[in-house]
């Protein structure tokens, strides 16, 4: 553990919520900042194990007074905190000239117990990775960061819909004359030229081998830039993120949050 990384995390999270004009109940043992960053540090290094994180923040002395159910209880009603500062974080960084764009699978439960799962269910929910060649069961997230590795706009769907489907309201963030990069799963014209005249934002996708290729220019960006969406995703499946374990969707989306807040924070934050 990185005492940089859980001090920075800690001094963002309580800017924000005092910016924000937040106030701690009294009689609270631990400060919604404190709750904020265990669950920020259960991400990044955890996997988002709560009761280890805690377990082991307590005894270095990060925070105090706090039973595992009382943390869990006050993480979960701060759930919309924790969105709302990926977001912040995300409109501060979306800036720039150049962007990437990709998805990932979020499985809720193995295949084999999909007819079983309660969280979710449908044919909605059946998606298949052609990246690693399986089928899964659950959501799919679609992230746009930029080349550092800090998310600036997202979504989560179910894993059924094409990576295609929430391309324009990803992009409505980004600043006019950006280029967006994406992998063939994005190649679309008509959305391509929609976006464009709509925003101003160049998109710009890998060329199957039966299409016309991209100007040399473009091909060059790619090249250098489609890499660095697959050091995030490398990170983000160190965090654990496509093994989360959650009860409730609700659980569920907070681990996704707070997996996203600790991506942005580790690409952020000096090493």
Same mark, same amino acid.
């Given at each position: 553990?990185?005492?940089?990384?859980?001090?920075?995390?800690?001094?963002?999270?309580?800017?924000?919520?005092?910016?924000?004009? %937040?106030?701690?109940?009294?009689? +609270?043992?631990?400060?919604?900042?404190?709750?904020?960053?265990?669950?920020?540090?259960?991400? *990044?290094?955890? @996997?988002?194990?709560? $009761?280890?994180?805690?377990?082991?923040?307590?005894?270095?002395?990060?925070?105090?007074?706090?039973?595992?159910?009382?943390?869990?209880?006050?993480?979960?009603?701060?759930?919309?905190?924790? &969105?709302?500062?990926?977001?912040?974080?995300?409109?501060?960084?979306? @800036?720039?000239?150049?962007?990437?764009?990709?998805?990932?699978?979020? =499985?809720?439960?193995?295949?084999?117990?999909? &007819?079983? !799962?309660? *969280?979710?269910?449908?044919?909605?929910? !059946?998606?298949? !990775?052609? +990246?690693?060649?399986?089928?899964?069961?659950?959501?799919?997230?679609?992230?746009?960061?930029?080349?550092?590795?800090?998310?600036?706009?997202?979504?989560?769907?179910?894993?059924?819909?094409?990576?295609?489907? =929430?391309?324009?309201?990803?992009?409505?963030?980004?600043? $006019?004359?950006?280029?967006?990069?994406?992998?063939?799963?994005?190649?679309?014209?008509?959305?391509? @030229?929609?976006?464009?005249? +709509?925003?101003?934002? #160049?998109?710009?996708?890998?060329?199957?081998?039966?299409?016309?290729?991209?100007?040399?220019?473009?091909? %060059?960006?790619?090249? #250098?830039?489609?890499?660095?969406?697959?050091?995030?995703?490398?990170?983000?499946?160190?965090?654990?993120?496509? #093994?989360?374990?959650? #009860?409730?969707?609700?659980?569920?989306?907070? *681990?996704?949050?707070?997996?996203?807040?600790?991506?942005?924070?580790?690409?952020?934050?000096?090493?």
């Amino acid at each position: 553990m990185n005492d940089t990384y859980i001090v920075t995390a800690y001094v963002v999270i309580d800017d924000v919520l005092k910016g924000y004009g %937040f106030e701690d109940d009294s009689r +609270a043992s631990g400060t919604a900042a404190e709750i904020l960053t265990v669950g920020v540090i259960a991400a *990044k290094y955890f @996997q988002n194990h709560h $009761e280890r994180a805690l377990g082991l923040m307590i005894r270095l002395g990060y925070v105090h007074g706090l039973s595992v159910s009382r943390f869990n209880r006050r993480l979960h009603a701060l759930r919309e905190w924790l &969105s709302g500062i990926i977001s912040l974080v995300a409109d501060l960084y979306a @800036q720039g000239e150049a962007f990437i764009i990709d998805s990932m699978p979020l =499985p809720v439960c193995k295949r084999a117990r999909a &007819s079983r !799962c309660k *969280k979710v269910r449908g044919k909605a929910f !059946c998606g298949y !990775c052609a +990246a690693k060649k399986e089928k899964f069961f659950g959501w799919r997230l679609h992230l746009i960061c930029t080349p550092d590795g800090i998310p600036v706009s997202f979504d989560v769907l179910p894993a059924a819909e094409q990576d295609l489907t =929430p391309i324009h309201e990803l992009t409505v963030a980004l600043p $006019e004359g950006a280029t967006v990069f994406g992998d063939k799963g994005y190649v679309s014209d008509p959305d391509a @030229q929609s976006i464009l005249a +709509a925003t101003g934002i #160049r998109f710009v996708a890998v060329r199957r081998r039966n299409m016309s290729p991209n100007t040399w220019a473009d091909e %060059f960006d790619l090249y #250098r830039y489609r890499r660095r969406i697959e050091t995030v995703y490398s990170q983000f499946e160190a965090m654990g993120v496509q #093994r989360l374990h959650a #009860r409730t969707n609700h659980g569920f989306d907070l *681990k996704a949050y707070a997996s996203l807040l600790a991506l942005a924070f580790t690409n952020i934050i000096p090493d």
